[in-house]
Every structure is written in C-alpha cells, then in structure tokens.
C-alpha cells in the first residue's frame, strides 16, 4: 500500500464527533483501512448498546442487523489485512472517530424508551450517511491497493442498504420532527 | 407449504462449510432431507435476489447463493434458510404448488416470489 493520498476528512469528523473543525487529513491505504475498520467497529458498540438498552422490536432488529454485517465487513477487511500481510496504521481520524464516539455513547446511555430508541436511530441515519459519502468520495476513489478498492466498493453497498434501513426505522418510530 | 430443506453451505474452491442440515427442524412437518432431481439458482447480490420471481416445477430445488458480504436469508411464513454467509449456499426443494412471498429476515426490504407450479 504504498501511495499517500489527501482525505478531506473534515466533514466526518466534524459530523461525526464533537471535536473541533480539523483541517484536511492525509490518509494512506493503511489509514484509511485502520479508518474504515473503526467506523464498523463504533457502530456495532452503538448496536450492543441498543440490543441492551432498547425494547422496540425495529430498533433491535436494526442493531441486530448492524452486529451481524459490520462484523462480517470488518471479518473480510482482517482477512485481506492478513492476506497482504500489512498493518493498518492508526491515525488523526481514527482517533476522532474514537472519541465523538465516547460522547455519543455516554450521551446516549444517559436515554431510555423511546428517547433513547430515537437518539440511537437518528444517529445512525446520520452516521451511515456522512460515513457512506467518505467511503465513496473519498475512501474509494483514494485507494491505490486494488483488493483495498474492492473491498470498500463491496462494503459501501452494504452500508448504503444500512442507510436506507436506518431510514425506515426513523420514520417508523414515533420520533416527532 | 411442503418443503424440504437441504443446507448445504459451500466455501469458495468448494469445500463444504458450516455443514448445517436444518432438514430435521421441520421433522413434525412430516419433512426430511434428500436431494431433489433439479436445482434452480437465485442469486443474492448487492442486496437483492435475482431473479426476483421464479418459478420451478412440483419437487426442485432452489438454491441460493449469496455473493455479498453480509449475511443473507431466504425466509417466509413456513420457510427459513438461515443464515447464508459470503460465498455460501442454501437449498429448499418445493413440493407443494403455488406462490410463496419471501424476504430476508435481516434486511426486510429484500424480497422476492417463487412460482411452484403443480406436475400434471
């Protein structure tokens, strides 16, 4: 993996996490795998945290849905790591997106019922949201490592249909404007 | 609905995996397991089956095979694959005839129709 490559981070940081506006991040395909692999992971926190805390048979389901798929995205993700014998490399986005997730998730254990059903449903939807623009306007089209692309390209398709899910669930909750 | 499911998950280079016959879940049903004369494939890919209808004969088999990442399932009132891991497979053989609706159970808006017509 060896080209490095401008990521206009900014926009998932700043959507994602509470942290201050950050200026453009360079990412290379080992941040950006080390990047993408912590989105999975924060979000199957935020399900186990659903699957705990809510009763509402759609909001279980979806977080169901996200443990099972994001950990076989991550799964292939190890698999390819392991197959190329590289590391992902830890970086600045990583990190933020490690720690606008300690807030969202302190925030959203502070909820119950259907404020916490909403909180953690709105909160997907805009995750999936800003992380599937990162994945497809910056993530694919900056990766060099071809199975890297690949991989990103089969997982965005995955996490467009989270997306959309997550906006059924939105709508079906009784979550006011 | 009478069916017969034969699981049988395959790895990529076609090794058999998570070998899981569920035939015997449905033994009340006055099912059991055993291969069909005629498999038709379905095909789940960037979540959605394909073709979305098809129709089989009385007594085949449909297999599904699942080319996404994430795990699919085939499921209706009175059938379910279970879980069909990357690469993997699923097959019921369909002996009662008519229309059976059917979804994937983790991501509802994947759904899909089989047509068993009756053997004259």
Redesign the interface.
């Known amino acids: 993996m060896p080209r490095t490559t401008t990521i206009a981070a900014t926009a998932l940081v700043l959507a994602l996490t509470n942290a201050p506006a950050r200026s453009a991040e360079t990412l290379n395909d080992l941040e950006i795998a080390h990047a993408a692999y912590t989105a999975g992971s924060i979000d199957i926190r935020y399900a186990h945290l659903a699957m705990a805390l809510s009763q509402d048979e759609t909001v279980r389901d979806f977080a169901?849905?996200m443990i099972?798929?994001h950990a076989?995205?991550n799964d292939?993700a190890g698999a390819l790591v392991a197959k190329l014998e590289v590391t992902p490399k830890d970086n600045a986005l990583s990190r933020a997106l490690v720690e606008g997730a300690a807030a969202k998730l302190a925030e959203l254990r502070a909820l119950e019922g259907v404020a916490f059903d909403c909180a953690y449903a709105m909160n997907e939807l805009g995750y999936h949201q800003v992380v599937n623009q990162t994945v497809e306007g910056d993530f694919i089209p900056n990766a060099t490592v071809p199975e890297l692309k690949s991989l990103l390209a089969?997982?965005l398709?995955?996490f467009k249909?989270h997306e959309?899910?997550a906006a059924?669930m939105v709508a079906a909750l009784p979550c006011g404007s | 609905m009478r069916f017969v499911t034969l699981r049988r998950p395959r790895g990529p280079g076609g090794a058999l995996r998570v070998a899981g016959l569920v035939a015997a879940l449905f033994n009340g049903m006055g099912v059991s397991a055993q291969e069909g004369p005629r498999e038709h494939v379905v095909d789940i890919r960037s979540f959605a089956f394909a073709p979305a209808t098809i129709t089989v004969r009385q007594g085949e088999t449909i297999a599904w095979l699942n080319h996404d990442i994430a795990p699919h399932t085939a499921t209706a009132n009175g059938f379910d694959t279970g879980a069909i891991a990357r690469d993997g497979t699923a097959s019921l053989r369909f002996e009662t005839p008519g229309r059976y609706a059917y979804r994937c159970a983790y991501h509802p808006r994947m759904t899909g129709e089989i047509v068993v017509e009756a053997i004259d």
């Open positions: 169901a849905t099972r798929d076989a995205v292939a089969e997982a398709v995955t249909a959309e899910h059924r």
